[in-house]
């Protein structure tokens, strides 16, 4: 049987249950450009074809899922969200369907993050433009890698199988060798824990009225 030239599915994991300590106050709830961050987020991932999108929530679950009215998203809760962040990506993972070939693992309090990013993370993950279909997607801002990240299928049972802080930071170690990354602004590795912290995400995002 002929291999399948339909695209690679890939899902959206959105990690957004962190208890905001650094904050003072639940900042998924915090609007940008409109819009309340985890809805910014999902409608991103959204934009991009992830298909589905998963959020995890766990700080005040029934809040922040109600700025997801609307968007054709999902969410899980993490009940031990004030444990390792492993805890959270395990929950996201665990929803992803048996057909969908990869995931996109972002955070939600990354909000320079954007639809184009994400799209390039997906096109890298299938081998377009000219490249074979990579495990794992990693980007890269100057010398530091973090989110948003793309892995195969293949590589959810050492992700699941894996503890600790950020995203699988272990597995991504592991299998550098085979990625692909994707290099973007230093700059927007920026994310959002303190006042200050959003203060200037805000001075570099124009208010608008808040988005459908």
Not at 94 to 99: K, L, N, T, W
Request: hydrophobic share 45%.
């Amino acid at each position: 049987m002929p291999p399948s030239t339909e695209p690679r599915r890939a899902a959206g994991v959105i990690l957004a249950a962190g208890a905001s300590r650094r904050m003072g106050k639940n900042k998924m709830l915090l609007a940008l450009e409109g819009e309340t961050l985890v809805r910014r987020a999902a409608r991103r991932a959204l934009a991009a074809g992830l298909s589905p999108v998963v959020v995890v929530v766990g700080h005040e679950p029934e809040r922040v899922r109600a700025e997801l009215v609307g968007l054709a998203c999902e969410s899980v809760v993490n009940p031990d969200f004030t444990g390792p962040t492993s805890g959270s990506l395990h929950r996201g993972l665990e929803r992803v369907p048996p057909d969908v070939d990869a995931a996109v693992v972002m955070l939600a309090d990354m909000v320079l993050v954007t639809e184009q990013m994400l799209s390039a993370l997906v096109a890298a993950g299938q081998g377009k433009g000219g490249g074979s279909a990579a495990p794992l997607v990693v980007s890269r801002y100057g010398d530091v890698t973090a989110p948003p990240l793309l892995f195969h299928r293949a590589l959810f049972p050492e992700l699941l199988a894996w503890t600790g802080e950020g995203c699988g930071k272990t597995v991504v170690r592991s299998h550098l060798a085979e990625a692909v990354l994707l290099d973007w602004p230093p700059g927007v590795l920026a994310d959002v824990d303190t006042p200050e912290d959003f203060a200037a995400a805000a001075a570099l995002t124009p208010p608008q009225s808040r988005m459908p």
